[in-house]
């Protein structure tokens, strides 16, 4: 890559992927664009640009080719289809670039299988890959992202911090675990950024129930609630009108719904990292 001929733009680089891209093109000294809705501490490659999901971003760029890398998603919209922002944001971020002679896009979506979605994320993430199949681009799915020092996400690394026993459905389906330094490794290769176009699911090297995972990575012991009860969760948490029971209710209905990863991969183009 010769790095004073690529422009990289970035959303989501304040989460745990975005963090470790950012590290990386900054020991490469790529130029970043970092779209940001809130202040970050830009490293000696990076220019901050305000932007929030749903702008349009005046961008001007006159490097030989533009790349955006579009990890940011905003769980706060709970609408159904095309009109919630983060499709809609990203038609609006794509139509930026029209007018560049060298563009593409590397976006971050999730495994479905098939048509089925069963979360308002796999719903969006699906939309956000019709819309980037008809460009130059490559759709990248990783299993389940995980950090050492951060775990899954939030509530997960709460839990651990106190040993609090985890409950789980029960599901028997497997994931390949994935570390986010990894994936961001593989996101700013040259072969994602310069020659792989079309979607791939992207898989760790060991494959296991997350019961496992969480014992083995975390520490952390489990145990299954009855199905009953998941649906009751669910039920309770759709009534309580609250961003963050919002949040919560996707990743029970997520975990609820697994399928295992040999079915995601039997009709997918496998990346293994």
């Not at 979360?119 to 939309?127: A, D, R």
Request: include cysteine; charge should be positive; aromatic fraction near 10%.
């Amino acid at each position: 890559m010769n790095n004073g001929s690529y422009c990289i733009y970035l959303t989501g680089g304040s989460g745990q992927i975005g963090s470790s891209v950012r590290k990386i093109f900054h020991r490469k000294r790529i130029k970043v664009v970092l779209l940001t809705r809130s202040y970050l501490k830009p490293f000696s490659n990076e220019t901050l640009k305000e932007y929030q999901l749903g702008d349009s971003a005046s961008i001007n760029c006159k490097n030989e080719h533009s790349i955006l890398i579009h990890l940011a998603h905003d769980y706060s919209d709970s609408r159904i289809g095309p009109e919630n922002i983060n499709t809609k944001g990203l038609r609006f971020l794509l139509a930026s670039f029209e007018n560049f002679r060298s563009f593409r896009t590397v976006f971050l979506s999730t495994p479905i299988k098939k048509d089925l979605r069963n979360t308002l994320y796999q719903e969006q993430k699906w939309l956000g890959e019709k819309i980037c199949a008809k460009r130059n681009s490559i759709i990248l799915k990783p299993s389940f992202v995980f950090s050492k020092d951060k775990g899954v996400n939030r509530i997960f690394y709460f839990l651990s911090k106190y040993g609090i026993p985890i409950p789980l459905p029960k599901v028997d389906s497997r994931l390949a675990p994935i570390l986010a330094a990894d994936l961001a490794k593989l996101i700013c290769s040259d072969k994602i950024l310069e020659k792989t176009e079309g979607s791939y699911l992207v898989i760790g090297k060991e494959k296991m129930r997350l019961d496992q995972f969480l014992t083995r990575y975390h520490g952390l012991k489990s145990f299954y609630l009855p199905n009953f009860v998941v649906r009751i969760i669910i039920r309770m948490l759709s009534l309580i009108n609250v961003n963050f029971c919002f949040y919560l209710k996707e990743r029970v209905l997520g975990l609820t719904y697994l399928i295992d990863i040999d079915e995601l991969g039997s009709n997918e183009k496998e990346i293994v990292i």
